[in-house]
């Protein structure tokens, strides 16, 4: 899988836009951008992924340069709730085997 | 539909005590996985598997073993637990390298 880097830690107004960057600009043309997040000490919680195209749902948007080599994942409006660990993962879809690796991520801080 | 669901949720184990914890899945999954996390730290991946019958260790694979003899179950062993092993351990389950699915965490303490 290819490695990914993203920022330690972020602020951000509650009701604003949060928008987290990560870059990983070894991917492989079969690799997909997955993003997860991890409030306090739960589970962590798929939000959303894609390939080249950007991709919404009704958690968050996520924005892939056209080389592919960086992303965005965007909630459009952050709630206090929103306070997590944002991990970034790239991972091709149909490898057989392929470990499911976590690094540091990102820890948005929302604040009132 | 309960998801993934793991057993115990909580634990504490004296040195060199064995316990078997149980990942149980109702999605069929194909692919199961076993994590730690320490405090204030990422997950790291101890054992993962791609299919019943097979497993294939991660990055902190020792001083623990695994078993996938059905496919919604995944089972996570330590032998001889050590304070080492304090943690949070979660499970989870992918549809082959489709988003993952993660239990709500063990939380192990070995004394």
């Known amino acids: 899988d290819a490695k990914t880097t993203q920022p330690t830690s972020m602020d951000c107004a509650e009701g604003r836009a949060a928008n987290l960057p990560c870059n990983h600009s070894t991917i492989s043309g079969n690799e997909y951008v997955y993003w997860y997040r991890q409030i306090h000490s739960q589970g962590p919680q798929y939000i959303i992924h894609?390939?080249?195209n950007n991709e919404t749902n009704e958690m968050a948007s996520l924005i892939i340069t056209e080389d592919r080599k960086s992303s965005t994942l965007i909630l459009p409006h952050a709630t206090l709730r929103d306070t997590a660990v944002y991990y970034c993962?790239?991972?091709?879809?149909?490898?057989?085997?392929?470990?499911?690796?976590f690094g540091g991520g990102t820890r948005l801080m929302v604040k009132p | 539909n309960a998801g993934v669901t793991q057993t115990p949720k909580f634990r504490v184990l004296k040195t060199g005590q064995s316990m078997t914890l149980l990942c149980a899945q109702d999605m069929n999954h194909e692919y199961m996985y076993w994590y730690r996390q320490d405090p204030g730290m990422g997950l790291r991946l101890i054992h993962y598997s791609v299919g019943e019958g097979t497993t294939a260790k991660g990055e902190v694979p020792d001083g623990y073993n695994v078993s996938r003899l059905k496919k919604q179950n995944f089972l996570l062993g330590l032998e001889s637990a050590a304070p080492s092993q304090t943690s949070v351990y979660f499970c989870a389950s992918s549809y082959r390298n489709a988003e993952a699915f993660f239990g709500q965490g063990t939380r192990l303490t070995v004394v």
């Open positions: 993962i790239v991972r091709a879809y149909y490898n057989a085997g392929n470990m499911l690796t």
């Open positions: 894609g390939l080249k």
